[in-house]
């Protein structure tokens, strides 16, 4: 069984070492807990409460209307069991509930399951940001999920 909660000061370490396991450079230790007590960053993880582990964790930062989503990052031996997709519609809710329309995320250009993911969740492709991403360099794939009365 896997739990979903708002990060906080008991969940951010096992945040931080997914984002070094996942992420060539992900969010530091420091900067997640930064984000903590920011009004306007909202970040949840997943725990399997077998073992209290955190399994995957994402998070967006608010500006408006607007929620641009930062990493979204799920434990290797964890994929594949839906974990992303409950983060991101958890994202959408909380975003809504304050307010947001449209979301915006990028994502490695070659990382072809998460596209897959983020086109399923109605999130549209709209450009390549090259050599945006650093080791290894490679362009960004850039999505925007608007909201359509806009």
């Known amino acids: 069984m896997f739990i979903t909660e708002k990060m906080n000061e008991t969940n951010v370490e096992g945040i931080a070492e997914l984002e070094k396991e996942n992420f060539s450079d992900g969010w530091s230790l420091n900067s997640l807990k930064e984000e903590i007590n920011n009004p306007n960053a909202s970040y949840f993880v997943i725990r399997d409460d077998e073992n209290g582990k955190v399994v995957a964790a994402a998070g967006m930062i608010t500006s408006i209307d607007t929620a641009d989503i930062m990493n979204v990052s799920v434990k290797e031996e964890y994929r594949r069991k839906g974990l992303a997709s409950k983060l991101l519609a958890t ?37 390549i940001r090259p050599k945006f991403y650093s080791n290894p360099t490679e362009g960004a794939a850039i999505y925007w999920l608007r909201d359509k009365e806009v």
């Open 91 to 127: 994202l959408l809710e909380e975003g809504r509930k304050k307010g947001v329309k449209d979301f915006t995320l990028e994502v490695r250009e070659n990382n072809h399951a998460a596209r897959k993911l983020y086109e399923k969740k109605g999130f549209v492709f709209e450009g």
